[in-house]
């Protein structure tokens, strides 16, 4: 068998209630410069509309545009046994908000590579506590992810990117 495709699942975690809200064009702050070259991937989640199903939420995002040949992402929303995930259109200056204990995004991605695999995550939100973000690929090729750098800058109103 010649390798079978790996799923990258990402979940963004804060304590208390995390809010992640549309990032609009100029929140693409820092684009990864290997964007739109052979073997990568784009998807971006903008919450245009409320996901009508909190489990499998496919991007919905039009800058940059969707760019996986390796399968379709999806994204699941939770906040635990008690409650369910509340989108409004508008909320402190931002449009598309979600708000919600986690979010978990299924990415599908190549096989292994030797040289390794470059993940670049930027997400909009608001959170009482540091967003926790933990990469798990899965499949038969699955190995380890080593966090290299991690940026958080402040954007207008309580919003971080």
Known sequence: MIGQRLTYR???IAGGFLWLAQAAL????????WRGEE???VQAWEFNTEPGDWSNIPPDGIEPPLNNPYGSPAAEADCGAMCTPVWEPNFEGREGVVFADTFDLHIPNRTKSLQGKDIWLQVVYQAQD????T???EGPDAYTVTLLREETSCLAGQWKH
């Open 135 to 137: 990469i798990i690929p």
């Open 10 to 12: 990402l979940f963004l």
């Open 26 to 33: 100029g929140d693409d702050l820092n684009s990864p410069p």
């Open 39 to 41: 073997g990568s991937t």
């Open 130 to 133: 540091p967003l926790e973000v």
